[in-house]
């Protein structure tokens, strides 16, 4: 079955590729409007898809979607999500997710809070003329931290409202931030609830995030499904208020992008999604054990070179301080996948080298181990079409004259394909 997920390149979509790793029957299509970091996480990527403020947007995706036979969209972005619960009769593939109509309220923060005024804790909503400092200001749609400010101060508020005059004037919660993910099947049965801590915040994103556990945020996650009709994954954000009152903050019916604490504990909230789209019976089962995920940029790289061989050293690069190097295991594992054939050339001296590739259990690794001694220039060994790594400058040096790419040990990151 032909996935989109769209757009592919958000938080969002990068923890749904990461999620259906290893899923069978599935074939994921990443999608984005613009060049964006799709390309690198999945092997399926188009940047040709239309915006979604596009006058003609359905006809546009409705195109993409008969070339690359796609059966269901997943969509990664608030306002993608609307748009596509909007449009949802009209689309030739079915949109996994809730309801339009779930869709609509959750996208706005004001007709959250009235929708749930009297019944959740949510944010006092103030005018201009009576707000009290300091104060919080919001879009009324909006997602991440992306126009919000604090205002401690009169003329604080007539600056940010005079670049927006929308903004929400908004009870300012200073205590503890928490995201509760939550998964509601087909029957609109709540089947779990995952609150984790929102320890550090970059961007309005959680990039880190330790799982908690108390009754309060499954007493809300209820109250929130008996009075939306949700369908698959969603979340919701509380803060603690002055005088410690969990506040409700937003809804969204969606995958967080930090979901992925769920996921390593055992509850895969996009394929559950997926599998209960499909109309599939689940179960689930969320291990017993604390956990906490803190995420950092991290690089991707595309290397125009072309290569049948790996040459790569043994002390210090494939064994580190006696032991294996899961990093550069990694890629060789990869590049057997591949089919490249692997030599491992090495001036070790401390003993017969295939008796230390025994006792570390990785000998079946290289095609071919080669001992060598002081005498002589790995460079002579080394074939064309090949690469080289090694940790010694030198040698590098040497075999890069041959026109031979060389890597350092830091450097295989680079080879890596994800």
Known sequence: MNILVFPCGSEIGLEISRAFVGVKGVRLIGGSSVPDHGRFAFPNYREDFPDVRDEDFVDKMNLLVEQEQIRCIF??????????????????????????????????????YQHFQGILPVPVVYTRDNAPFPVFLKPDAGQGSKGTFIARR???????????????????????????????????????????????????????????????????????????????????QVKRSATGVLTLMEIAPRIGGSSGLC????????????????????????????????????????LNIEYSHVYIDF???????????????????QAINQKKQIHLLSRHSQGPLVEELARLRIRDLFDEVRQIGTDCSKADFVKDDSIFIDDSFAERQDVAKKGIPVFSVDAVEALMMD
Not at 79 to 107: D, K, M, N, P, W
Not at 190 to 199: A, D, K, N, Y
Not at 267 to 289: A, E, G, Q, R, T
């Open 154 to 236: 009169r003329s604080d508020l007539d600056f940010y409202l005079e670049k927006d005059p929308s903004l929400l004037i908004l009870e300012y919660l200073p205590g503890e931030e928490y995201t509760v993910d939550c998964f509601t099947d087909e029957n609109r049965e709540l089947r779990f609830v995952g609150p984790r801590r929102r320890s550090r915040i970059l961007n309005g994103i959680s990039v880190g995030t330790i799982r908690v556990q108390a009754d309060e945020f499954t007493d809300m996650a209820r109250a929130i499904n008996e009075r939306i009709e949700l369908n698959g994954a969603w979340f919701f």
């Open 75 to 112: 969509p990664a972005h608030d306002s993608v999500i609307f748009e596509l619960t909007r449009h949802r009769a009209q689309l030739r593939c079915e949109v996994i997710g809730s309801a339009y109509e779930a869709c609509f309220l959750c996208r706005s923060k004001g007709r959250t």
């Open 315 to 333: 002390d210090d690069c494939v064994c580190m301080d006696g032991m294996v190097n899961p990093s550069v295991v990694k890629f060789l594992i």
């Open 263 to 302: 996921r390593v504990q055992g509850v895969n909230l996009p394929v559950l999604s997926y599998y209960n789209h499909l109309h599939l019976s689940v179960k689930i089962h969320c291990n017993d054990f604390d956990a906490e995920m803190d995420r950092s940029w991290s690089s991707r790289y595309k």
